[in-house]
């Protein structure tokens, strides 16, 4: 009897150590495991519920809120153009989103840009004039409008360029990949100077630049509400699923 409780005891220790072990792996298995949200490196710029991460540009005066999931942008009129700003700046990266625009509002997503500076002012004018405009948030923008339109193509807000884009400076060229009033799903791809844009699927832009890339090789993600005339609007769009990998 004393040999057979001798046997029970040992062979529950040999169980208990057993268990024990295998807690032990499965624990440092999750540990390597990436972090939920993180899956290949992307990394949610939108939480859903507020602007953590994000703030407003110093000119405009254009209103972001939280609205059913969304960040939801709206008119001021008097306003100028307006900008939410990441607070995190990226060079290299794919961003993806979704946005419903009013089609009376034109709208863009900057990349790569910046409040403009003392310094920056002596490059960004026109005519071979200075600009004036300091503290402007300004670099590549890829358009968001509604259909039929320029959407996807990059613009030089604020560089004093203009279209950097080809395909748009024919005033008869436009798409319709937007699909007006409804939510649309877009996918930008910066690599060195090379902009890829995609629209719901449909490749728009291709672009290279290297004059675009050495003066704005990194900067912030801005989301535009664009100034409107006086007695239009209000006018608003929206954007959610927001989120981006660095390459």
């Avoid at 509002?105 to 490059?123: M, V, W």
């Avoid at 890829?196 to 704005?216: M, P, Q, R, S, W």
Wanted: charged share 25%; glycine share 12%.
């Amino acid at each position: 009897m004393k040999k057979l409780l001798s046997y029970l005891t040992l062979f529950g220790a040999g169980i208990f150590l057993s268990a024990c072990s295998e807690t032990t792996e499965t624990a440092a298995e999750t540990a390597s495991e990436p972090a939920a949200g993180a899956e290949d490196g992307w990394v949610s710029l939108f939480d859903g519920e507020s602007l953590k991460g994000w703030k407003h540009s110093t000119l405009g005066t254009a209103e972001y809120t939280v609205v059913d999931g969304t960040i939801h942008g709206q008119t001021v009129e008097g306003s100028p153009n307006s900008f939410l700003l990441s607070e995190k700046q990226y060079g290299d990266f794919e961003l993806q989103f979704e946005v419903k625009v009013h089609d009376s509002l034109n709208s863009g997503c900057q990349i790569r840009s910046r409040e403009k500076k003392q310094e920056d002012l002596a490059t960004t004018g026109k005519n071979g004039k200075p600009a004036t405009d300091i503290d402007r948030f300004f670099g590549p923008q890829v358009e968001l409008e509604s259909s039929p339109g320029q959407s996807g193509y990059v613009y030089g807000e604020a560089t004093g360029r203009g279209w950097i884009s080809e395909e748009p400076q024919d005033k008869e060229h436009s798409h319709d990949y937007m699909k007006n009033g409804e939510w649309n799903q877009i996918r930008i791809v910066a690599k060195g100077a090379n902009i890829k844009t995609f629209i719901n699927g449909n490749a728009v832009a291709d672009l290279t630049d290297a004059a675009i890339y050495e003066t704005h090789p990194k900067g912030h993600i801005g989301l535009q509400v664009h100034g409107i005339k006086k007695g239009t609007g209000p006018f608003d769009v929206a954007w959610k699923n927001i989120r981006i990998k660095t390459l």
